[in-house]
């Protein structure tokens, strides 16, 4: 193998592992974007823990031949970069359709979550799906709900007892 191949070889298995390890991944057309734009998702990007890479479609092709993603190679033409999300699967799809809303630049092309291969709609719909941050934050709202109207009605007889003996 000449060094040049291994080389390539060195990025394809590179690429490999981050598909291999992110919950999630978008890749986008970022044809058209200024330099200080593409910081200012890159920034957004760190923020929320995703990385963010300019990838050659052939090197993408030949990194997930073996992952199983039906329909990607359709979308592997143009420009193309890819953001990695390894701990929120919804953090990249968020941040790059908040992207596109404010700067009216660039395109989602598609998305992996789970090795299904979503397509823009599928991608703008994991965006709207919460953090699981905020999630979390709404499940102990539903536990503490009853647990809230218990103490409530208990405090409730309490003062009305209360209120009751001050009052015999």
């Known amino acids: 193998m000449s060094a040049n191949m291994q080389a390539k070889q060195v990025i394809i298995d590179d690429i490999h592992d981050k598909f291999a390890k992110a919950q999630s991944a978008v890749l986008v ?3 058209g974007l200024t330099v200080e734009e593409v910081t200012a998702l890159r920034s ?3 923020k929320v823990g995703v990385e963010y890479k300019v990838l050659k479609n052939t090197l993408i092709h030949r990194a997930t031949m073996d992952m199983g993603y039906e329909g990607l190679d359709a979308h592997l033409e143009g420009p193309t970069a890819v953001a990695f999300s390894y701990e929120d699967p919804t953090a990249a ?3 790059i359709t908040d992207f596109i809303k404010k700067y009216k630049k660039t395109t989602v092309k598609c998305g992996i979550v ?3 291969v979503l397509d823009a709609d599928g991608v703008d719909t994991l965006a709207k799906i919460p953090s699981r ?4 934050a709404q499940l102990m709202s539903v536990f503490n709900g009853p647990v809230r109207g218990f103490v409530v009605a208990v ?3 309490r003062e009305k007892l209360e209120n009751g003996a001050a009052e015999a």
């Open 44 to 46: 957004e990007f760190r």
């Open 93 to 95: 799809a968020r941040v």
């Open 114 to 116: 789970s090795g299904k």
């Open 29 to 31: 057309d970022y044809i």
């Open 155 to 157: 405090n409730a007889i």
């Open 133 to 136: 941050e905020v999630l979390l």
